[in-house]
């Protein structure tokens, strides 16, 4: 793409910046910090962090107390022309040779700071627009009808907890719960036997929306502050059993990690796409749902990667084993603008900071599958992992990274990093 914030020959001082997850055309926000002291807000550029405080007074004095603050509601609750004019600052500062002296003092390597939850989480809301992955877990549960008839016209959440979302690299703690074998009289209480990894994006919130007043489908996609990736741990077994007639509860709320960078919509749009037309015979969605702009480019064309090592792989010093390929527009049935309209369509009120998953992102291929539950079958079929261990669910030990990243001809390739978690026994 020529020109603007994310012309593919525009290249920064910091060397590191090119051919990164990072690169001049990424500059995601993120959290940070060193040691012990505070947290503050920061910029991902090559292999490094800038540190936005440092820089305050190379940027808009109006930017600085939001920018100043150790969460970024505040910043993203001024939309989308308040990023974009960060954004272009911030590439005029680490491209042009003048700043360079006064700007690479504030960079820190990345390997020496912390990564925090970027916002303070008011609301969660997990959604289910997976169409593959509801597929295949239907299938599990109605093999002749595995989507419910309200599929097609209804983006499916529910609610989820937002205490327990933490920056990738949180240890799982294996949850406890109840669980009943199918053919067990009564369930037993104790560590799950089916933990499970959901791969997901999520997206924050930037400006909200008043009680009563919902989101146009046509204004939503300026209401996402930004993407990130998300993994919605799932204990299957508890789930199983205690999730009619409400849903999910106890077997996905004792964790959810998050990638800690923010990837802006402005970065992500050379990487749009159309949204896969819908298969013959599906209904339109409803008017409030319904978008030509959204249609014409409301996919988003994100890579996306699961790997796992285990214990023994990693004292083997082998490689992590590639889990899940699958991208992001070939599993969504429902766009990112379709999820925020219909959230609100309601009147109910978003507001800045708060999260949104999408729900598991599976493709149709067996290759892009999103969760264990997924590619084990249920647990009746078992994956080989290199050295000759095999896996249903995960194990302790056992750490799963996801991955994402974007790529097209014509732009520069941008990343998000990686959301991380290693499985830890039951306290
Ligand atoms: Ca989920």
Not at 345 to 359: A, E, F, R, V, Y
Request: aromatic fraction near 8%; hydrophobic fraction near 35%; include cysteine.
């Amino acid at each position: 793409m020529i020109g603007g914030s994310n012309d593919a020959a525009l290249t920064s001082w910091c060397e590191s910046a090119q051919g990164s997850d990072f690169p001049i055309q990424n500059l995601p926000l993120g959290i940070f910090s060193v040691g012990e002291r505070r947290r503050r807000a920061g910029i991902a550029i090559g292999n490094y962090v800038l540190d936005l405080t440092g820089i305050a007074d190379l940027l808009d004095e109006d930017w600085r107390e939001d920018l100043s603050q150790p969460v970024l509601n505040g910043w993203l609750s001024r939309g989308p022309h308040a990023q974009s004019a960060l954004r272009r600052r911030l590439q005029e500062l680490l491209s042009d040779g003048n700043y360079r002296d006064e700007v690479e003092a504030q960079l820190v390597g990345q390997s020496e700071v912390r990564l925090h939850v970027p916002c303070l989480i008011g609301d969660y809301t997990d959604f289910y627009v997976g169409i593959h992955h509801a597929t295949n877990v239907g299938k599990q549960f109605r093999p002749d009808n595995p989507l419910l008839p309200n599929y097609k016209y209804v983006p499916i959440g529910y609610h989820g907890r937002a205490s327990s979302v933490r920056a990738s690299g949180e240890p799982v703690i294996r949850p406890r719960g109840q669980r009943k074998a199918p053919d067990a009289d009564a369930p037993e209480y104790g560590p799950t036997r089916r933990l499970d990894y959901e791969l997901e994006l999520g997206m924050w919130i930037g400006q909200g929306n008043e009680l009563g007043s919902p989101i146009p489908i046509a204004e939503a996609a300026d209401h996402i502050g930004g993407y990130c990736l998300l993994n919605d741990w799932s204990a299957r077994d508890i789930q199983a059993w205690e999730y009619q007639p409400l849903g999910p509860f106890l077997a996905k709320n004792f964790l959810t990690s998050v990638s800690s960078w923010i990837v802006s919509a402005e970065a992500l749009a050379p990487f749009r796409k159309p949204m896969p037309p819908r298969p013959h015979g599906d209904p339109e969605p409803l008017m409030y749902l319904n978008d030509a702009k959204d249609r014409e480019s409301g996919a988003l064309g994100i890579q996306l990667e699961v790997t796992l090592t285990t214990e023994k792989m990693r004292s083997d010093g082998r490689a992590p084993h590639v889990l899940t390929r699958g991208s992001a527009d070939a599993a969504m049935y429902w766009s990112a603008a379709q999820i925020v309209a219909h959230h609100s369509s309601n009147g109910c009120n978003l507001q800045p900071g708060d999260l949104i998953g999408t729900g598991t992102l599976s493709t149709e291929s067996a290759t892009g599958l999103g969760s264990l539950l997924e590619i084990s079958l249920g647990g009746k079929q078992p994956v080989g992992l290199p050295g000759g261990e095999t896996r249903s669910f995960l194990e302790d030990g056992d750490e799963v990274t996801l991955k994402a990243w974007c790529e097209t001809e014509g732009a520069a390739r941008i990343g998000f990093g990686e959301c991380v978690g290693r499985v830890v026994a039951s306290a």
